[in-house]
């Protein structure tokens, strides 16, 4: 039975850091590999017949400060990416994201211009694959503020939970960013973990 309580327990999100590895060696895998399992199974350990999945696509003109970030003329067209997720048992989605990617750099392949092919498997650095782009790194930004109302009756959130906005940047290996990702994560079911590995003295 779905329910929309929004005070009773719910599912656990543990984003870690190792994620973006984990996807940069499913990427280049067999279809069926890459079906079976995703990022959001990867975080929340359920499977894929437990989630419910929504994508829309639409073509937008880069406002300066994405612009800025891409190193692109402003008003360049952009594929904007909206994508939730959720547990078929639960109303509200694990977290709000939206993408961008440069229309232009992946236009070669117009399968990743239309949302019907969602979810797709292997992810984004799949699909960047497909055109020729390996992702060489990911920065994320991590910032905690109030949640706006809209945010609160998407998410679910109980009274004076915050949010967590994390953005995400991606770049090819020669530098160029390839995709900035806006993700609002409810603040009180994820929890992010940073492993950094140190090289021996």
């Known amino acids: 039975m779905i329910t929309d309580e929004p005070h009773r327990t719910r599912g656990a999100l543990l984003r870690d850091n190792h994620r973006h590895q984990w996807e940069k060696d499913r990427a280049r895998r067999p279809l069926t590999t890459r079906a079976a399992t995703g990022a959001t199974e990867h975080e929340t350990g359920l499977q894929v017949r437990d989630l419910v999945f929504h994508a829309r696509y639409r073509e937008v003109a880069a406002p300066p ?38 229309r232009e750099m992946i236009a070669a392949n117009p399968e990743l211009l239309d949302a019907a092919n969602e979810p797709w498997p292997g992810g984004t650095q799949n699909q960047l694959f497909t055109v020729g782009i390996e992702v060489g790194r990911v920065e994320e930004r991590v910032t905690a503020r109030p949640p706006t109302p809209r945010e609160t009756r998407e998410l679910g959130l109980p009274p004076r939970a915050p949010v967590i906005r994390l953005r995400k940047t991606s770049y090819d290996i020669t530098g160029r960013v390839v995709d900035v990702s806006e993700v609002t994560l409810p603040g009180d079911r994820a929890e992010l973990l940073f492993t950094t590995s140190l090289e021996r003295w």
């Not at 594929?79 to 078929?88: K, M, Q, V, W």
Request: neutral net charge; proline residues 8%; charged residues 20%.
């Open 65 to 102: 400060e994405l612009a800025y970030v891409f190193g692109v003329p402003e008003g360049t067209p952009l594929l904007e990416r909206t994508y939730r997720t959720r547990s078929a048992a639960e109303r509200a989605p694990f977290s709000l994201v939206t993408s961008y990617l440069v």
